[in-house]
């Protein structure tokens, strides 16, 4: 079966995203004065081979612990679905 | 001594660390491809700067699973030195042989200058010889320089005797100015809780030539001659 993974990897809380910030402020100067806290992580999507669901979740699970996030830095989470 | 360099695709400090180790300081010295499996028998391990992988996903994160990275790893675990400098810094801390990470600078650039830092460990051999009283001018250029850790591994760090150095100004005084790049507690480099690994981000290779007038970074990389052969 094949699934298709949709991951989101983002800075976590209490790491200062400088960026975030720095796009914030240019979205008050377009006069959008509302937002707040804005921060920006990576979406990053995957096609799994897998025989289950489970066994799928499990190997984007691995994937992103042992490469596509910095645990130290990043906090992620995903979601699967299978493709048809 | 036997010094090996390791060389991934996309780093651009290897000819200046290996023409420092060569023709300045007259070392014994290697490169090695990122694709071996072995460190030919060398002794020290170099890991320099520049772009592995283009900085793709994370500085250093593809590059940390090259074959070579298996052996340095492994070679580090035995007790074997290891200095990783700016883009190596970045490649040790994801292979988990340096504590923390480095995330992008606090002013989103790319910083290129001389920048001034102060020796603090006084139990690790790279600094342990240094004057804990002046500082030294080392050129850094890199983008994500800030050092980041867990509030308990920076306690660790303090704790054990572990960070390297920090930059200060060219008075040597600690200021938030100084801390060009905003790293905690104006974190330049650290070593492992076994000092026997290092990183830094300021290039001591990028100041050790007298025809480029600033030979402070021959401080830094002296101490490690001194290495008895394990």
Sequence with gaps: MMYLAKINIMPKKEILDPQGKAVKLGLGNLGLRNIEDVRIGKHITMQVQAATYEEASEEVELACQKLLANLIMESYDFEIEEVK | MKFGITVFPGSNCD?????????????????????????????????????SYGDYLRSGAIARFSPIMDAVVEHANRGGYVLGICNGFQILTEAGLLPGTLLRNISQKFVCKNAYIKP???????????DSQRCYKIPVAHADGRYYASEDTIKELQDHDQILFQYCDANGQILSESNFNGSLLSIAGVTNRQK???????????????????????????????????
Excluded at chain 2, 120 to 130: D, E, I, N, P, Y
Excluded at chain 2, 205 to 227: H, I, K, M, Q
């Design chain 2, 120 to 130: 603090v460990s006084t139990s690790a051999l790279m600094t342990a010889s240094l």
């Design chain 2, 15 to 51: 000819e200046d660390v290996f023409y420092v180790f060569q023709n300045i300081l007259k070392q014994d010295v290697v490169k090695l491809w990122h694709k071996e499996t072995s460190l030919q028998g060398c002794d020290f391990i170099i890991v320099p700067g520049g772009f």
């Design chain 2, 196 to 230: 026997n690994v290092f990183g830094l981000m300021p290039h001591p290779e990028r100041a050790c030539d007298e025809a480029l007038e600033n030979t402070d970074g021959r401080y830094l990389l002296e101490p490690l001659l001194s290495l008895q052969t394990v």
